[in-house]
């Protein structure tokens, strides 16, 4: 069974920082590329950053650039998102996702399995 389960959120000050965890299991994690996408409310997902598990090669939205860091720890199957310097502009629902062909996609219809998402709430 294909899984990915995201961990992490919580509600923290602006100007704080959380980590936030994508744990794979049931496919082979190395072929995949990871996305996490936020979406807030009464907005269209978004996506956040991205990770080539291969190669470690990564990419980030300009909203994020300098603030986030993605990582991932290929014995463990699981990416990581740290986010640093939050603003309230940052809340939402993070999602994690997989994606065989694409690296760096926004498009959420390029990503074949999702996580059920992890609420981050970052007061003013």
């Known amino acids: 069974e294909v899984q990915l389960q995201a961990s992490g959120g919580g509600l923290v000050q602006a100007g704080g920082s959380l980590r936030l965890s994508c744990a794979a299991s049931g496919f082979t994690f190395g072929d995949y590329a990871i996305g996490w996408f936020r979406q807030a409310p009464g907005k269209e997902r978004e996506g956040v950053a991205y990770i080539k598990i291969s190669d470690g090669s990564t990419i980030y939205e300009d909203s994020v650039k300098g603030r986030f860091t993605i990582s991932s720890d290929n014995a463990k199957n699981t990416v990581y998102l740290q986010m640093n310097s939050l603003k309230p502009e940052d809340t939402a629902v993070y999602y994690c996702?997989?994606?065989?062909?694409?690296?760096?996609?926004?498009?959420?219809?390029?990503?074949?399995?999702w996580g059920q998402g992890t609420l981050v709430t970052v007061s003013s």
């Open positions: 996702a997989a994606s065989l062909r694409s690296f760096g996609s926004s498009a959420t219809s390029d990503y074949r399995y």
